[in-house]
């Protein structure tokens, strides 16, 4: 089906271990992004790339690190874990300059 | 960084009221986006406005947009139970590559 899916959905893991959340979008929309969602403070940019093998800082980019080898897909790292970055992550997707279209969402707990 | 800030950030009203949620920000946008998000899942879009003091209706829902590009409103007229969810505005900045996000309004309807 097209659309757009993280995986995992749900994560717990350890300070200091390495997490990767996934993301795949079917519609071949060149734009990515990777937000976080906390309470207070909506929906905040942690990284986004305009194509393959093109990424940029958002606002919140430390600790995290991204990749986009291929168009439709764009996989968040979290180098080592910190429980700072306990949250609920978004990966979206849009074509310039259309709306965004969001994943259901990947809840990941850091202990 | 180009912020915006959402009020109120919590609106718990009766079936049949009508609410106003606001988007105000410093900075000019290119346009506004208005999303709504139900508990487990993205935000999906509701409806782009572009044009300063550019008015959009859908169905009991009336989008406005500042004229000078900085501020925007919702407001729902005899709000349905079904109207409750996390609404949140979204500023595009000029180069049209990446969404700002205010920090949300949490509507609750109450039957």
């Known amino acids: 089906d097209a659309g757009i899916t993280q995986s995992p959905r749900y994560k717990i893991t350890e300070t200091g271990r390495q997490v990767t959340l996934m993301c795949h979008q079917t519609?071949?929309?060149?734009?990515m992004f990777w937000y976080r969602q906390d309470l207070g403070h909506g929906l905040r940019l942690i990284y986004y790339s305009a194509a393959a093998d093109i990424t940029d800082k958002g606002e919140v980019p430390d600790g995290y690190v991204v990749s986009r080898s291929k168009t439709e897909n764009f996989p968040l790292t979290l180098e080592s874990a910190t429980r700072s970055q306990t949250s609920v992550y978004f990966c979206?997707?849009?074509?310039?300059?259309?709306?965004?279209?969001f994943g259901e969402g990947s809840r990941l707990t850091v202990l | 960084t180009q912020l915006l800030e959402q009020s109120p950030q919590f609106l718990s009203i009766q079936e049949g009221e009508n609410l106003t949620v606001y988007c105000n920000s410093s900075?000019?946008?290119?346009?506004l986006q208005w999303y709504r998000q139900e508990p487990g899942e993205g935000p999906v879009l509701l409806v782009t406005v572009v044009t300063g003091g550019e008015v959009k209706k859908l169905k009991r829902l009336t989008f406005q947009f500042g004229d000078a590009r900085k501020d925007s409103s919702l407001h729902i007229t005899a709000a349905q139970p079904g109207d409750t969810g996390l609404y949140l505005c979204a500023g595009v900045g000029a180069a049209g590559n990446k969404l700002t996000f205010g920090g949300g309004t949490r509507v609750l309807v109450k039957p």
């Open positions: 519609w071949s929309h060149s734009y």
């Open positions: 900075s000019v946008f290119s346009s």
């Open positions: 979206a997707s849009r074509d310039y300059p259309g709306e965004l279209f």
